[in-house]
């Protein structure tokens, strides 16, 4: 029988991940798998694998006991942005531990161990949509706010209000992280959506 683990998220503390792990379970059992250990937890699926403690508990645990699987209900549990996610899932994948995606039904890794073609090409494209969809709610905004403007109310933030570096450094981690490899703006900005200006004050602080 195939030792796997269950990894379960939430984005808030009032949601409960309880059916995601009876769910994995149920499939688990269906299907001839001893599940090994559970990881869960309470956190947003856009911040950083360091800020992740189960995430990172879990990456530790599959490496170091030869565990074959990782169950996960929705791309989305191991994460939102589609850097974080390409990255979590090559890492496992490297170790020759597949990630089986429940409202998929599909693995990132063959019986053989080798990379899944079709799973790469719709986690990529999953990813790409998130990102799109994140773009329409952008549009969605920009034309609320022209709108507000048209009607002569005020916008933004009260006057002397300023983010301070420490909170814009932790707000835009992944984009820190892509600077720093030399991603150019636009390429950042296509990946994370954080628009060009925000881009140019964050590498200014770094």
Not at 31 to 51: H, L, P, W, Y
Not at 83 to 98: A, C, D, Y
Not at 104 to 116: G, H, P, W, Y
Not at 186 to 206: H, P, Y
Request: charged share 30%; glycine share 4%.
């Amino acid at each position: 029988m195939k030792r796997v683990v269950i990894y379960a998220r939430v984005s808030t503390l009032n949601q409960d991940f309880n059916r995601q792990i009876n769910d994995l379970t149920d499939f688990a059992k269906r299907n001839d798998m001893i599940v090994d250990c559970v990881f869960a937890e309470k956190v947003s699926g856009t911040k950083r694998q360091e800020e992740r403690p189960e995430l990172l508990r879990m990456i530790d645990y599959v490496n170091s006991n030869k565990i074959e699987k990782v169950l996960v209900s929705e791309v989305s549990r191991l994460h939102r942005t589609q850097l974080g996610l390409l990255e979590t899932i090559s890492l496992l994948n490297e170790n020759k531990i597949s990630v089986y995606i429940q409202n998929l039904n599909i693995e990132t890794l063959t019986e053989d161990k080798k990379v899944n073609p079709m799973a790469q090409l719709l986690v990529s494209l999953l990813s790409e949509i998130a990102n799109l969809e994140k773009g329409n709610i952008r549009e969605r905004m920009q034309s609320g706010y022209k709108a507000h403007l048209a009607k002569g109310l005020s916008v933004g933030r009260k006057i002397g209000y300023r983010k301070d570096n420490e909170a814009m450094k932790e707000e835009y981690t992944e984009d820190i992280k892509l600077l720093r490899k030399g991603y150019s703006l636009r390429n950042i900005q296509k990946i994370t959506g954080t628009s060009v200006n925000t881009l140019r004050k964050v590498k200014a602080i770094m």
